[in-house]
């Protein structure tokens, strides 16, 4: 009986531990739907409205990001696709934009609340991408590019998550 117990037990651990392996976004489950954003062009003190929506795809294999400027004159749109590559033990990202680009990135999760996107060494300027998380639900993600060897923000948003029927 407590062999057969035992045995039952060693079975669900190891389906969860599976389940974990094979449920790489589990970690951002609490970003999928529709936000709203409010930021600043620190260099310029030009403010900027976003909505973002976040939407987990492939069976939550990936996670889809769509992101549009509504502040005129509005602009700048883009599709991200992020993944999780199990080989290396990282995240990768895809940034298509309305300007035409297509930057790479990558990852290592979420550590201390944070989520940090480094670009690939072909995007020139060098450019990362910080999500952290706020008290109330709230996200702010922060944009820097590297300038004279070290990064500046570019600019930020503090994001909230919208409510039903808005």
Request: glycine share 10%.
């Amino acid at each position: 009986m407590r062999l057969t117990l035992l045995l039952c037990i060693a079975c669900l651990v190891s389906g969860r531990a599976m389940a974990s392996a094979d449920e790489p976004f589990r970690d951002f489950s609490d970003l999928t739907g529709p936000w709203t954003c409010h930021g600043v062009f620190p260099a310029t003190g030009k403010t900027i409205d976003s909505s973002i929506r976040f939407e987990l795809d492939l069976h939550g294999k990936a996670l889809v990001k769509h992101h549009d400027d509504t502040s005129p004159p509005a602009t700048y749109h883009a599709l991200e696709a992020w993944g999780y590559d199990a080989k290396t033990s990282r995240y990768n990202a895809t940034i298509l934009d309305s300007f035409g680009g297509a930057r790479l990135f990558s990852s290592e999760g979420w550590k201390d609340g944070r989520l940090v996107w480094q670009s690939a060494p072909e995007v020139k300027p060098a450019q990362r991408f910080t999500y952290k998380r706020e008290p109330g639900n709230g996200l702010r993600i922060d944009w820097e590019v590297q300038r004279e060897g070290a990064f500046v923000l570019g600019d930020t948003m503090q994001c909230s998550r919208e409510r039903a029927g808005h």
